[in-house]
């Protein structure tokens, strides 16, 4: 009879990743690697123009910061630890080190779907609500409403990880993906764990479900508001910023929703590891570029900084 043997700090696991297409590994790294220097770069110089230049001192920028800083930290809880196995033969990842990036993966992508509901009330108040947009948005209140999205992600992420680390691993140690995530977690237990299942489903529709509900909830009102306007300038901006935002939205939530919103039994393993690829790689990269390449604001905002930097 199989023993019920829970994992210790002292073990290890093993992260199949890619092992099963060997002659991908090395085009992988050098993909990967590329979007996750775009992701740096690109969030960075973000977070950097929006804290130098005052015009950018606006709540949307402000929570675009916080944006950009939850996805560098987002990336980088999974990435560097991927591009190590790609690369080299060690596909090893400590108990602890496991722990800690689940906590990590979870706690960010929960902060994301509450911080994108948080913008897209932004965006709400500052079309649907403009002559109170200053009240409403107050920065005292885009604070609070910014910690309230670090804050829910995190506490949220404690009570997950460790209803996922709590279950019998029965010696178990080849995760099927290329970071310890719940699903694949889940796969290792040798009990019964369709109450894990249940607690994962219930948390991803209030974390992932509702949010989108009041995203297109946001935008199905702004939506009504545009059509009334006559201003052809007016229009192009609403579009140029909100449709940016619906944009990183739609490509965050609908592959997260492909893994999350089934149990895990179901799911192909490998699927969802490219599935998973698309939201920790290709999406944090997308961010800076949707919202910077249209964006009037942002291209003065790199204007005046060169010409004050030429000035000197």
Known sequence: MMTEKNASFGDFFILLGFSNWPHLEVVLFVVILIFYLITLIGNLFIIILSHLDSHLHTPMYFFLSNLSFLDLCYTTSSIPQLLVNLWGPEKTISYAGCMVQLYFVLALGTAECVLLVVMSYDRYAAVCRPLHYTVLMHPRFCRLLAAASWVSGFTTSALHSSFTFWIPLCGHRLVDHFFCEVPALLRLSCVDTHANELILMVMSSIFVLIPLILILTSYGAIAWTVLGMQSTTGLQKVFGTCGA????????FIPIMCIYLQPPSENSPDQGKFIALFYTVVTPSLNPLIYTLRNKD???AVKRLMG?????
């Open 298 to 300: 942002v291209r003065g």
């Open 308 to 312: 004050w930097e030429w000035g000197m």
């Open 245 to 252: 935002h619906l944009m990183v939205a739609s490509f965050f």
